[in-house]
């Protein structure tokens, strides 16, 4: 029962979760494992310039017909318009764009690029997508592990043909692919590298928590397509905790260390952070900072 | 006292959409039961469906005959000289609709088995009739979907696809039809005319035998949870309300595997036209009537 579908809960719920969870406990060992803390580099600082975020909704996607969903735009304080920003986005966008939750994106962004540790970067937080109901009583058709599990360019070109075209028209965007990467946490995760793979040319940058690289719709392929496929320009950080699922659709601790032995097999520019937690984004939201010094490195700009 | 708040919190934190997850074959199979052959001799079963006492009916479309499953598993001849009628469901005014495709008709057959006209000049395969008696058929030749209303005014509405099973969601809002050489399940958002719309790819992949290049995917059911059951070469696979593959339970024996209903007074029996025969077998999860 506690297993039951963490994958693909909202990290808010997640945390409420694990408190449950942990009462649940028949013993509470002495040092706890997944105890992982937000640093300074995730708290709102003195002096340093605040972006702004906004929320809105994209209703008339074409290439997941019908779907309805919520997304937010971080515009970072010091951008101008003078020159294109770095783009950034990601899955499961409300959880990644709470200021109070287990990663607050939002002021991480606001430190870094004050520190000059990121580059000025726009976030897009975009939401699974739902079918809503016909009628009254009906349950909406949640869309999430269809557009974040499946293998195919379909997620890359609702990015490409729709969102980051609309967010344009009102921001610059850079195009290059190094001025672009997508993250995401669970199912989220596998969709991030998903993009990045169908389309390198267009995102070259991939940040996964807890990456449901199991074979939820077949995901569980890409170790062997990493091997044996000619080496992608794709720059990758893999977060993955022992004590993350194991279940019908494989084991994620396991998943997780085949992608980045296959990573290390093909010379990819990868990084795996494997640490105690569970299905979650503690230890993920905990290193955010430093994932995203990581990954932004020697970003040209 | 805290035993009783742990699972009204775990409730209110997971609400039903979201706990209904990671669905193992082993949250619906029990341990000991398996399939248990039902009816034999018969040329090529399909079309089970349920009345609303839980006995099953199924056709043998070759044979051109209906035969009816008593809840003692007794079975006797319904109907006979049927044109081929394959596939049956039981709508809402207690009549058994059946795809009398031999005289390219759409009927609805009363406790007598006398057969009403309720649609003609179509050709069909499959149908589901909804709560409000709205049917939708495919019609694999024509490669669409029809849809008639209730005052039996007949549409096309889905096109372009090479149909074959048909079923609703408990909640009727989507509708999922299967193309047997597509690893996928197609959905569709039912609008209130019963038009079809949002067309998307959201059950797969479709688990394929080995060295197979398509699933066979044929007819379908659903239980009260939302899980999904569809027929194949490669079992009988279960898909959970998200689009996500449970797994594949076995088949009751090689060969086809056409179409599955849930049967018994509790709705608890998986009932399968497989060929000759069909079979059941008892699991942990109920099937739904339609719009009750």
New interface residues.
């Given amino acids: 029962?506690l297993?039951?579908?963490?994958?693909?809960?909202p990290t808010g719920?997640l945390a409420?979760?694990a408190c449950?969870a942990l009462?649940?406990a028949p013993i509470t060992p002495a040092s706890a494992a997944d105890d992982y803390t937000l640093g300074p580099d995730s708290m709102v600082q003195e002096g340093v310039p605040q972006g702004t975020t906004t929320k809105h909704q994209w209703l008339n996607s074409k290439v997941?017909?019908?779907?309805e969903r919520d997304y937010w735009i971080y515009v970072p304080k010091q951008y101008d318009g003078s020159k294109p920003a770095c783009v950034m986005v990601f899955q499961d966008g409300g959880s990644y764009v709470d200021a109070k939750g287990q990663f607050r994106t939002t002021v991480v962004f606001d430190n870094l690029i004050h520190k000059g540790e990121m580059p000025l970067t726009i976030g897009i937080f975009l939401n699974p997508g739902q079918?809503p109901?016909?009628?009254a009583?009906?349950?909406p058709?949640?869309?999430?592990?269809?557009e974040y599990?499946?293998l195919s360019d379909q997620y890359a070109r609702f990015l490409l043909e729709e969102v980051l075209p609309e967010v344009g028209k009102t921001y610059r965007l850079s195009d290059r692919p190094e001025h672009r990467a997508i993250g995401g946490i669970s199912s989220g995760g596998i969709c991030a590298f998903t993009v990045a793979w169908e389309r390198p040319e267009a995102f070259s940058k991939v940040l996964s928590h807890v990456g449901s690289f199991t074979n939820?719709?077949?995901g569980h392929v890409y170790p062997s397509l990493i091997r044996k496929t000619e080496r992608k320009p794709i720059r990758v950080f893999l977060q993955e905790g022992s004590n993350d699922l194991d279940?019908?659709?494989g084991n994620w601790p396991l998943a997780n260390q085949e992608m980045a032995a296959a990573l290390k097999f093909s010379k990819y520019d990868y990084r795996f952070d494997y640490g105690d937690g569970g299905h979650n984004g503690k230890h993920g939201g905990a290193i955010l900072p430093d994932s995203l010094r990581w990954l932004w490195r020697e970003t040209p700009q | 006292m805290r035993r009783i708040w742990?699972p009204a919190?775990?409730l209110l934190?997971?609400p039903p959409?979201?706990?209904?997850?990671?669905?193992?074959?082993s949250t619906i199979l029990i341990d000991g039961e398996n399939w248990q052959m039902v009816s034999s001799g018969h040329r090529f079963t399909e079309g089970p469906a349920v009345d609303s006492d839980g006995r099953v009916y199924f056709t043998d479309v070759p044979e051109s005959k209906i035969f009816k499953i008593d809840l003692d598993g007794k079975v006797t001849l319904f109907a006979e000289n049927t044109a081929n009628t394959n596939g049956l469901m039981f709508g809402p005014d207690g009549k058994l609709y059946g795809c009398r495709n031999g005289e390219k008709k759409i009927v609805a057959y009363n406790a007598k088995a006398e057969a009403e006209t309720i649609a003609d000049e179509v050709q069909s395969n499959d149908l589901v009739v909804a709560g409000n008696g709205s049917i939708w058929f495919t019609d694999p030749p024509g490669k669409r979907v029809w849809h008639i209303a209730p005052d039996r005014k007949k549409t096309v509405v889905a096109e372009g696809i090479n149909p074959n099973g048909i079923i609703l969601w408990p909640?009727?809002?989507?509708i999922v039809v299967t193309e047997g050489q597509e690893a996928i399940l197609w959905?569709f958002?039912?609008?209130?005319d019963g038009t079809l719309?949002?067309?998307?790819?959201?059950y797969?992949?479709l688990q394929l035998p080995s060295g197979a290049d398509r699933p066979g995917s044929d007819g379908m059911t659903v239980d009260a949870v939302?899980r999904l059951y569809v027929t194949t070469r490669a079992g009988l696979q279960m898909f959970d309300?998200?689009?996500?593959?449970?797994?594949a339970i076995a088949k009751p024996q090689a060969g086809p595997l056409s179409n599955v209903c849930f049967g018994g007074p509790k709705l608890d029996t998986l009932y399968v036209t497989a060929g000759d025969k069909v079979f059941r077998r008892k699991i942990q999860a109920n099937g739904v009537r339609y719009g009750k």
């Fill in positions: 029962m297993r039951l579908s963490l994958h693909r809960v719920v409420a979760f449950v009462s649940l997941f017909a019908g779907t079918v109901a016909t009628e009583g009906q349950k058709r949640s869309n999430r592990s269809f599990d499946t939820i719709r077949g279940n019908l659709h | 742990i919190l775990l934190l997971f959409a979201i706990r209904a997850q990671d669905m193992a074959l909640d009727q809002g989507t959905t958002r039912v609008e209130r719309t949002n067309k998307d790819r959201y797969g992949p939302g309300p998200t689009g996500r593959l449970g797994g």
